[in-house]
């Protein structure tokens, strides 16, 4: 948003009703003064129009009888009644637009009110029937019938009156005085569409707002966005989509009070940001909308945005607590859009992208965010449907000690058999299971059968020393709150001892939430398994963090170890932080030895254990029994190398 505009001048208001009537580019620009309701959707004004209009062809027969009955003859009674049949037609054509049909068959009806006076020879009984239509014509829920009603009434009973005073009036101050009198009635017509007016306006607007923030509503939103789009607003106008990271978690901690404070207090602090002319809504839960229009540069919108995501950060204070608010914001342009459901849809998207993308942040809509959030949408359906089937494998991988060349350990990783796209490395389906949070339950699997099969194989050869096996972390299970109790339990039910597990996180997982993590990491090695650092060397590689974490086992990844052998930095790097590793009293395994040299290298520099496709590839479960029965056999020697390819198949790389 441009500097030096209006800034801060409304708060959580929606356009002024005169801004709102050029947006919507009527043919009849509305004075400020006059209300402006929701406009019908045309099934029901369609619907209204119809009843409306079948009223009024009823006063057709009804006046013709009457006339008859009041001794008219029946040429002067059908002369009087034919009055009503023009506007009963205009408002019968199906091809003329609605302003013109609404406006015929309410004049049409106001007419017949008028008419039932005439042939009733102006009884007083008899006006009653003008407000019988008044209150018919909230129907059509305009301003455009009373104005007409007013008028004509006003009019018919001044001119009429004063032709022929007795066919409007049975009372002698009336026929003495016929303007007058015409005044009086209007001034009654008035009260009473200002009365009905009232009515559906504030029925509407009850139907239209937000009873928390008192803010507009969804509905109310995708109404102003409509307007806008079939205006000329289209070029200039944005939406945001905003949904607060974590309130359901402020919620259950403080409570649903605390929680409906929160809100309100962020739903003024985001109007007191918007200009003139901008529009809040709350869209429920804990999700708001924007609607930025005036645009002068589709950058302003970012910059609203970046703005309201900081105003929002602010601490706040709510009763006796004080609470910030983060957000994931979605921003999108009125460009693409066909209309207002379409334009909110499209910056939900994006809202979604944000929270996607780790929260508090804004997200641009694009139309490929589309097909790619819907084929996320699709391969978290089946991942849920995945878990149940339980359509999920583990392969193992051995782990070898490199001065005895023994199986030590395996490295269990997660496979996919997909009933359509065959088996699946964690790489196609791990970030869709970490950002749905599937990551936790299929975590569990993961840990809960690892511990199974290991315990397995250690009852199998029990003259061997614990064949130990490694469970990979995501971050995401590192937050998880039921993470210990979930380890525990796993140990606990596979009879497997603590010692035999290691459980593998990366640098960055723990970094990024320090103060979190770091008593879990605790908790877990005091259950007693060991944690390892994995692919060290990649991420951070903080000797001040890998000092204080809890961590025995030291990963190098695997591009440092497939440089080894070659006069590359690499290779001094893994001697380094072999040595480092030592310093501190970690043990170290190095990944992704693939030849006989780099075996070599590793031996000479310490390493400790090492894993690689020379040394084993991941492999089923019943293959890594028939090597650990091999080994049995020949003691003492590495266990083939095996390239048959038992593990995930080779894709071409997208
Ligand atoms: P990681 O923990 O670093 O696992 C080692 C990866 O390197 C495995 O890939 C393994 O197949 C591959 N690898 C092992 N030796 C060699 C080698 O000599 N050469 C080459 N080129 N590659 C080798 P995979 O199985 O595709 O796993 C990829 C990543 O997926 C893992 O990296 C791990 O971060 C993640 N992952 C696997 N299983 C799980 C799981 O159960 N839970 C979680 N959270 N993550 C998992
Ligand atoms: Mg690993
Ligand atoms: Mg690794």
Redesign the pocket.
């Known amino acids: 948003m441009a500097a030096g505009r209006n800034r801060g001048a409304t708060s959580g208001v929606t356009q002024p009703p005169a801004r709102a009537a050029q947006a919507s580019g009527t043919w009849l620009r509305r004075p400020w003064f006059l209300p402006e309701g929701r406009r019908l959707s045309e099934p029901v004004w369609r619907q209204r129009h119809r009843g409306m209009t079948a009223f009024l062809w009823l006063h057709v027969p009804a006046l013709f009888g009457f006339a008859l009955t009041r001794g008219f003859a029946p040429s002067a009674a059908a002369a009087q009644v034919s009055i009503l049949l023009l506007p009963a037609l205009l408002g019968s054509l199906p091809p003329l637009s609605r302003n013109v049909r609404s406006a015929s068959t309410s004049l049409g009806l106001v007419i017949a009110a008028s008419l039932l006076v005439h042939i009733s020879g102006g009884s007083i009984e008899a006006h009653f029937q003008f407000f019988v239509i008044l209150a018919f014509l909230t129907l059509y829920q305009s301003w455009l019938p009373y104005l007409l009603a007013l008028l004509y009434v006003v009019a018919e009973h001044g001119i009429v009156g004063a032709l022929d005073p007795r066919s409007v009036y049975d009372n002698p101050a009336a026929v003495a005085h016929p303007w007058r009198y015409a005044l009086i009635h209007g001034g009654f017509v008035l009260a009473a569409s200002c009365a009905n007016v009232l009515s559906w306006r504030l029925t509407e607007q009850e139907a239209t707002r937000d009873g928390l923030t008192g803010l507009p509503n969804r509905v109310a939103l995708l109404d102003a966005l409509d307007k806008t789009l079939q205006g000329r607003g289209r070029k200039s106008t944005a939406v945001l989509f905003i949904d607060l990271d974590n309130f359901k978690d402020a919620n259950d901690a403080f409570g649903h009070e605390v929680g409906d404070g929160l809100l309100v207090a962020l739903a003024g602090r985001l109007g007191a940001q918007l200009r003139f002319g901008d529009m809040l809504a709350r869209l429920g839960g804990d999700e708001f909308a924007v609607v930025l229009s005036d645009l002068s540069h589709p950058d302003d919108a970012i910059a609203s945005a970046e703005r309201l995501l900081r105003t929002l950060n602010d601490p706040i204070r709510i009763g006796e607590f004080t609470l910030s608010a983060d957000a994931s914001l979605g921003l999108a342009y009125a460009d693409g859009a066909t209309d207002g459901a379409d334009l909110l849809r499209n910056a939900d998207l994006a809202m979604y992208q944000a929270k996607r993308d780790g929260g508090g942040q804004v997200a641009i809509y694009r139309p490929t965010l589309h097909t790619a959030v819907l084929r996320r949408s699709e391969l978290e359906a089946d991942l849920r449907v995945a878990l149940d089937a339980q359509q999920f494998v ?2 193992y ?1 051995p782990i070898i000690d490199v001065t005895t060349n023994r199986l030590v350990g395996t ?5 996919w058999e997909h009933p359509v796209r065959g088996l699946l ?3 196609e389906f ?1 970030t869709a299971a ?1 950002q749905s949070g599937l ?1 936790v339950p ?2 569990a699997w ?1 840990l809960r059968t690892a511990c199974a099969q290991t315990a397995a194989w250690q009852q199998q050869g029990p003259d061997r020393a614990p064949l130990t096996v490694a ?4 971050p995401r ?1 590192l937050l998880d709150r039921t993470l210990v109790a979930t380890v525990a339990e796993a140990l606990h039910e596979s009879g497997l001892d603590a010692s035999s597990l290691c459980l ?1 996180i ?1 640098e960055g997982s723990v970094i990024r939430d320090f103060e979190t993590t770091m008593p879990t990491l605790n908790a877990l090695r005091t259950l007693g398994v060991s944690l390892a650092l ?2 060290f060397g990649t991420g951070y590689s903080s000797l001040s963090y890998l000092k204080q974490l809890p961590v025995n086992i030291v ?1 190098i ?2 591009s440092f170890v ?1 440089d080894l052998g070659s006069e590359t930095p690499n290779s001094q790097i893994v001697l380094a932080i072999i040595e480092l590793a030592h310093a501190l009293g970690m043990r170290v395994t190095a ?4 030849t006989p040299l780099q075996m070599h290298t590793l031996r000479a520099m310490g390493s400790d254990q090492a ?4 040394l084993g ?2 492999m089923p479960g019943d293959s890594l029994s028939d090597l650990l029965e091999a080994e049995v056999r020949e003691t003492g020697t590495v266990p083939a190398p095996r390239r048959d390819g038992d ?2 198949p080779v894709r071409p790389t997208p």
Do not use: F
């Open positions: 583990l392969h991988q490295e269990a990783l997660v496979r490395a964690p790489g791990i970490e990551i299929l975590g993961v469970v990979n972390l995501s299970q593998e990366t994995d692919d990963k990844d695997r497939n990944e992704g030895a693939e894993q690689g496709y020379l590839r991941p593990d995930l």
